[in-house]
């Protein structure tokens, strides 16, 4: 279940054919959905993206903490998601993306939101990359 700032985002996302406001105001969004690594249950995160060619690419960040988030190891557990983008949902596989690309990636996102570089200084742990890929339908 996700915790009350992060289900009124992904109530509002859902409402607003995945627009949202406030300190996410035009940010690039999408509903996460994996498996709980502990739980087995299905966990919906929302997740700041970019698009790179047919991937979704999404930050383990955690806000910088020490820490990677729960997303990240669920699907490291299971690598299998679903992702909502708009008002589209599919879904993906999880690719974890290192060395050049994966420090390319995040240059990018940097690029998009500067509060990521702000999170790369607040910790020792080198962040993940996570790179989602539509599953054949």
Do not use: C
């Amino acid at each position: 279940m996700p915790n009350e700032f992060n289900q009124q985002i992904i109530d509002e996302f859902r409402a607003n054919e995945g627009r949202v406001g406030g300190m996410f105001d035009g940010a690039p969004l999408v509903l996460l959905t994996t498996t709980g690594a502990k739980s087995g249950r299905s966990v919906t995160t929302p997740v700041m993206y970019l698009e790179d060619g047919e991937r979704y690419v999404v930050i383990a960040s955690n806000a910088g903490a020490d820490n990677h988030p729960a997303w990240y190891h669920n699907l490291r557990g299971t690598p299998e998601a679903t992702v909502e983008v708009g008002t589209d949902k599919f879904g993906a596989t999880a690719e974890f993306v290192e060395g050049a690309e994966r420090d390319r990636l995040y240059a990018r996102m940097v690029a998009i939101a500067p509060g990521f570089a702000d999170y790369e200084a607040k910790t020792t742990r080198r962040i993940p990359v996570v790179a989602l890929l539509k599953n054949a339908s």
